[in-house]
């Protein structure tokens, strides 16, 4: 097979870790490369089924003029081909959401970050919900970013909880603006990625981009705004009634969450797990569930996030057990 067509390093990967992907899915057959050229022995059926693959992932580099690690896995070991074809979409334009300063381009890197880009022009709230690593906030904040620039909005609003995270940060020197900021630096750091410095630090001082605390949310009216609520499994039943009630006539919102991360008192509820229950059929609300498979951190936090889950499944099962055995 010859790829005079596309880019030899993003089919490759840096030190062929893409191409390694491919062989190892293919254990049966004797493939190599040599320049632009890959070469293949093996059974018929086989060769088949990798010449598919391939020219899978050679269709959307065509396309694209680039492809994830993720997404070239997701291809070469993913399921049925005809069925991937449906479920992703086949405008890979749409994958670009924003152009970020110094040529930074913010792409939807998996298939559940596309289905949260298209779920977000559907629904005027939008809840994004799953594991550490996934891009729920970083996606979320490109959207916002997006709708700024094209001026479907006039401001940016991204807010948090501030719940500490297993740590006291109560007694931190400085002002409230320098006690609350350790909460809300993720923010901080997806814009820096898409906004220029100056214009960004001018857009906060002119309020255009608003970060702060959930609290500061109570008694306003939150319109012609994209907002975003991050880290929503800190928050209580009446926080979350409180944010989504906040919401104007020509705003829109994404509420991110990882239900595996409640850093809530015992006592208390998560606001997020009881909001998910009571808006899941309401039409303009959508619901969009990621995976470790979403994982676009290092390559190791995908298999943190499985054994993690893994080991909590296992806890539970004891749990029972031991609960059974003392009832009986």
């Given at each position: ?75 070469v070991t993913g ?138 949310m109570r008694g ?109």
């Amino acid at each position: 097979m010859h790829l005079e067509t596309i880019d030899p390093i993003e089919f490759f990967g840096v030190n062929n870790d893409k191409f390694n992907i491919l062989k190892n899915a293919f254990p049966s057959l004797k493939i190599s490369a040599r320049g632009q050229s890959v070469k293949v022995n093996g059974d018929e059926k086989n060769i088949i089924k990798f010449k598919q693959k391939v020219s899978q992932v050679v269709d959307k580099l065509e396309r694209a003029k680039y492809i994830s690690y993720q997404d070239f896995e997701e291809i070469v070991t993913g399921g049925d081909i005809e069925k991937k074809a449906i479920e992703t979409p086949a405008d890979t334009k749409g994958e670009i959401i924003v152009h970020g300063h110094g040529g930074h381009v913010v792409r939807a890197k998996t298939p559940n970050q596309r289905k949260l880009v298209l779920a977000a022009q559907k629904n005027d709230i939008l809840f994004a919900i799953g594991p550490a690593g996934t891009g729920k906030t970083y996606t979320a904040v490109a959207l916002a970013v997006k709708a700024l620039k094209e001026r479907q909005v006039k401001r940016i609003i991204l807010t948090r909880p501030a719940v500490e995270a297993g740590e006291n940060l109560g007694f931190l020197p400085g002002d409230l603006k320098e006690k609350i900021d350790p909460y809300l630096r993720p923010l901080y750091d997806a814009l820096d990625d898409m906004i220029h410095p100056e214009k960004l630090n001018y857009m906060i001082t002119n309020r255009i981009i608003e970060i702060a605390p959930l609290a500061f949310m109570r008694g306003r009216t939150l319109d012609n705004a994209f907002i975003i609520l991050d880290e929503a499994q800190n928050t209580t039943v009446p926080q979350l009634k409180m944010f989504l009630t906040r919401i104007g006539p020509s705003a829109k919102a994404i509420v991110t969450g990882d239900m595996t991360q409640i850093d809530l008192p015992r006592n208390q509820r998560s606001g997020l797990g009881v909001g998910l229950k009571i808006l899941e059929n309401i039409n303009g609300i959508g619901i969009i569930n990621l995976s470790e498979k979403d994982v676009v951190r290092h390559k190791l936090v995908k298999k943190i996030i499985r054994a993690y889950d893994n080991w909590g499944d296992q806890e539970a099962i004891l749990k029972e057990a031991k609960a059974n055995k003392e009832n009986s």
